[in-house]
């Protein structure tokens, strides 16, 4: 039986990716998505999500409105990566779509109790996650697995220490590491383990379908953002592999169990990083992190998105 996620996002580019894996999956099957302000505002993530259902005929699935800021009310955004909607200027139709009247929290509650043994996937800040938990503290009971992207071991890619999802919010990071419930962190660190450079990206082959032009569309405007930033075309899928290693556990091949601490002070430089500490009874919370994932395998899931396109 499929195994039943519910997906809390900040829909740019790679998370739509990472939907869209997920749609073509028969392995998982999405019971909610809640919305974020990260990479563009709410309002930005909330069209893209309903864009994104509508296009796939999966109007059936709930969408529900989550947090228009972080926690601390300090918004950043990352129009120069994912363009000014978030979603590489691509306006999908939501054909009437609208998220439900409840807010995200009550949809991660409901969802839960709905589907107890659930898997919650976060592709953005996890301020939604940590509303939702504390409001409801017995979704740990209801939750078998959270499963981020968020955090670097090595270099982030805001800061040279802090990760966009982590740094976003980070007192929202700190509270969700710690919930009780299993984590496990797909990293930065994993994402540029496994950037893909253009010419392996135009050998996925995936023009030909609605969904595959879809897909090529908005990675080619992720390609020629990373052109300008660092002067070569190579693409990474920090959203797509995370919702990879749940359809598959077997692509995450390097993974180490960490204690993390967020480093909060507003003063301090490192701002937004997760620390690794010795001390599990300091640390805000222990992770399975992922640091490596086999990109192979990875594309073999990714061509999905081609194969079981919609009409
Ligand atoms: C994360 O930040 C966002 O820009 C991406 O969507 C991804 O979730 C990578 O650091
Ligand atoms: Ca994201």
Redesign the pocket.
Known sequence: MAQKIFIDT?C?I??AVAIMMALSSPEVEIAGISCVA??TSLENVLNNVCGLLNFYKRTDIPVYRGCSTSMLRISHN?DK??GSNGLADVVLDTGGKTPEAINAAEGIFAAAKAYPGIKLIT??PLTNLAFAFNLYPELSELISEIVM?GGAVGPG?VTPWA???FFYDPEAAAFSLGTGVPVKILT?DA?VAGFMPEEEFLRLDMNGTPAGDLFIEIQSFYLDFMENSTGSRKIGF??PLTVACVIDPAIAIETENMSLCMILNRENEKRGASVVVSDSDGADGTADVILKCDMKRFSELAKRIKINSPK
Do not use: S, Y
Request: net charge negative; hydrophobic share 30%; proline share 5%.
């Open positions: 900040d740019g790679d998370d990260g990479n990352a990566i994912h592709l953005g992207m890619n990760e966009f999802n930065w994402t920090p959203d």
